[in-house]
């Protein structure tokens, strides 16, 4: 008789990760000592912070904290409740009627976590007679969204416009909807918004864009990466994440408000889940305030990641594509990925390896990103640091 559990002792997975462990090069779950400023503690080491998703540093700013800790005197820690029945206070309405507005559409929903939002949607709004059309390189959440969905998925390579218009072309008469992220997490380019909504609207396709690590950045306000493009009208869905920019946790959809209304009746994971708790909707809502007072907040993120990036390409590496606030420094062999990874963390650099299946194989990166909140001294240390870090690991000449 077969135990279930015994394929956990033959998994090779736990036996590197033991032995990782044991040398010192194992570099997930680490616990921080400290809030995810510009600067952390682990381990009782003191490191410039170049791997969170922080891209306006609000999670430190004094009005964010005060608003979490005045929602939670107003209204307790949680709502108990899934917002189909006793989960949804009027602070869930009026943040989606904020963000309604500032991504430029009709009607706005939000759900626990980004994940879900992704589920949610995608699930509700395609079938099994739909085709979803996916760039190949789109976050997980799509991915096992457009699975449970149980529609035809049909991938086209990264950006690749040509690809895009042949599975078009093949499904021409079919119900489909375009798929992208704004910002690829990973990468740190841009989606083709122009061309891609070109080619959705010649054969009449639906757009959703994953905007996650574009809201707060991307576009005129951080308002996304379909107002960089001047495409809002001709992106039907929006989807956004805030436990990036927006110092918080959940994600919304934002669309016209009958496919919202659709969606917040048929999506599962809104109305099987409790609803965000009042301390992270009010930090939402208070990021927002500080966003549309300082709209230079992402001008500002923009020009400390052009300054690390520059600096690390003149120097030989390998930063891809990027053009936003994620550089990635592209390294190739997962091996060499770990040891850079050690060698930046003993210099007081915390950044994230990156490893299949996070990226393609033989692609394996150091994935790092900027605030809006980091000094020129911090980011002054981080180019000098991964200097030295190149040139001992070799991954430039000098």
């Known amino acids: 008789m077969n135990d279930l559990f015994e394929k956990i002792n033959k998994d090779p997975t736990l036996r590197v990760v033991r032995v990782a462990k044991e040398q010192g090069f194992y570099p997930y779950f680490k ?5 995810e400023g510009t600067e952390v503690v682990i381990d009782g080491k003191r490191l410039i912070m170049i791997g969170s998703n922080n891209y306006l540093g609000l999670t ?6 005060e608003a979490a800790i005045d929602a939670i005197a107003e209204y307790g820690t949680s709502c108990t409740g899934s917002r189909f029945l006793n989960g949804t206070l009027e602070i869930h309405k009026e ?3 904020r963000l309604a507005t500032f991504l430029g ?7 626990g976590t980004g994940y ?3 589920l949610g949607a995608l699930t509700a709004l395609l079938g099994k007679d739909d085709v979803a059309i996916a760039d190949k390189e789109i976050h997980a959440s799509l991915v096992d969204a457009l699975n449970m969905a149980g529609c035809k998925l049909k991938r086209y390579r990264h950006n690749d416009l040509p690809d895009l218009e042949r599975l078009l072309q093949e499904n021409e008469d079919a119900s489909k909807m375009v798929i992208m992220d704004g910002v690829y997490s990973m990468g740190g380019d841009l989606a083709p918004l122009t061309e891609i909504t070109d080619l959705a609207k010649k054969y009449n396709a639906r757009v959703y864009l994953d905007d996650a690590h574009g809201i707060g950045v991307m576009g005129e306000g951080g308002r996304g990466t379909h107002f960089h493009f001047n495409r809002v009208n001709e992106v039907d869905i929006v989807m956004g994440t805030f436990s990036k920019s927006f110092a918080s946790l959940g994600g919304v959809v934002a669309g016209n408000k009958d496919v919202i209304e659709y969606i917040q009746h048929k999506a599962r994971s809104l109305i099987f889940s409790a609803s965000m708790p009042p301390a992270n909707v009010a930090t939402v809502m208070a990021c927002l305030d500080i966003i549309e007072a300082d709209p230079d907040y992402p001008k500002r993120v923009h020009s400390n990641s052009a300054k690390v990036r520059d600096a690390l390409r003149s120097m030989g590496f390998d930063c891809g594509e990027s053009v936003t606030p994620v550089v990635p420094v592209i390294i190739g062999s997962d091996m060499n990925t770990v040891f850079a990874w050690r060698a930046c963390f003993d210099a007081g650099i915390y950044v994230n390896p990156v490893l299949p299946p996070g990226v393609p194989p033989n692609k394996s990166l150091l994935r790092t990103s900027y605030m809006a909140t980091h000094t020129n001294e911090q980011l002054d240390r981080v180019i000098e640091a991964f200097r030295i870090v190149g040139t001992k690991t070799g991954l430039i000449s000098n």
């Not at 616990?31 to 809030?35: F, G, R, V, Y």
């Not at 430190?60 to 904290?65: F, L």
């Open 31 to 35: 616990p921080l000592s400290t809030t």
């Open 60 to 65: 430190t700013h004094p009005a964010v904290r």
């Open 95 to 97: 943040l989606e009627r």
């Open 105 to 111: 559409k009709e009607a706005a929903l939000i759900f």
């Open 116 to 118: 879900q939002a992704n």
